[in-house]
């Protein structure tokens, strides 16, 4: 009986120290990947992307937007949370702990945060040479190509 009692015991600590292991594991991980989220700056990066999509719908009459910034501002605030859910969640499926450590490190460096205030310059730049109408034109008659229409 005394057996028994021992074994359980053992069990439940060592239990207990696994999970406190990866509560510590999880809590650390969500430190780091919250210190890549200052590191990036995503708000800084969508308002870059989204302000002159918003400008450029109310040049077109599209939109009727008295403050571009304000909305872009209030859009982002609606955004962030499930952004940084689907982040967090995509980083523990690729990045280890330590992965996401030498991240940090590296954009926290000069170099690295260039990096990150390019970025949306490069992806606009980007996006922008792929709605050329030659190279639209060329995808069009690629998906023409390929596309049935079904009856």
Known sequence: MFKNITR???LIATLSLISSNVFAQDAAYKKEF???MEL???EETMKQMIAPQYQKF???GLLKLDDVDAVVEECIKVIMPKYKE???KLYA???TLNEVKEMNAYLATPVGQK???LAPKFGIAGMQAVQEPEIAK???DILKKHIQIKE
Do not use: S, W
């Open 115 to 117: 990096g990150i205030k």
């Open 58 to 60: 109310g040049e077109m």
């Open 8 to 10: 359980k015991a053992i």
């Open 34 to 36: 919250n210190r890549a």
């Open 138 to 140: 060329k995808i069009e």
């Open 40 to 42: 990036t700056h995503p």
């Open 86 to 88: 689907v982040m967090l």
């Open 93 to 95: 499926e690729n990045y």
